[in-house]
Nanobody, 127 residues
Framework: QVQLVESGGGLVQAGGSLRLSCAAS????????MGWFRQAPGKEREFVAA????????SYADSVKGRFTISRDNAKNTVYLQMNSLKPEDTAIYYC????????????????????WGQGTQVTVSS
C-alpha cells in the first residue's frame, strides 16, 4: 500500500512558477514509476509528466514540454513537478500517481497502469 500526498499548489499569475511535491509513504517508493496528471473543470483527467524508478527516463505531455520538469528523490520518498512559464490553461487539480514497475519498462501516460493516487492539489493561474 502506498499513500500519496500532494502539496505546493496555489494561485499564481501567468508567467509565474510553482513547485508541486508529492510525498509517498512506505519503503518501496523506488519500486514505482511516478506520474503527474491534471484535471481542469469540465475536462477529463490528462497526463502531464512521468518519471521512471531511477529517474533515468522522463516523459512529458506536449503541452508542458519545455516548461515543466519532473524529478524525484528516492531518499525522501518524494516526487516533484517544477512548473515554469505557467499559463491560464494550466489551471487544474494536479494529481500524483504511482505505477509499480519491474525494471525500466513503464507506461508513462496510461493512467490505468497507475495503482495509487493522491487527493490532488489545486493550481490556479490568473491572466
Amino acid at each position: 500500500q502506498v499513500q500519496l500526498v500532494e502539496s505546493g499548489g496555489g494561485l499564481v499569475q501567468a508567467g509565474g512558477s510553482l513547485r508541486l511535491s508529492c510525498a509517498a509513504s512506505g519503503r518501496t517508493f523506488s519500486s514505482y514509476a511516478m506520474g503527474w496528471f491534471r484535471q481542469a473543470p469540465g475536462k477529463e483527467r490528462e497526463f502531464v509528466a512521468a518519471i521512471s524508478r531511477s529517474s533515468g527516463s522522463t516523459s512529458y505531455a506536449d503541452s508542458v514540454k519545455g516548461r515543466f520538469t519532473i524529478s524525484r528523490d528516492n531518499a525522501k520518498n518524494t516526487v516533484y513537478l517544477q512548473m515554469n512559464s505557467l499559463k491560464p490553461e494550466d489551471t487544474a487539480i494536479y494529481y500524483c500517481a504511482a505505477q509499480r514497475t519491474f525494471g525500466t519498462i513503464y507506461s508513462p501516460s496510461d493512467e490505468r497502469k497507475y495503482e495509487y493516487w493522491g487527493q490532488g492539489t489545486q493550481v490556479t493561474v490568473s491572466s
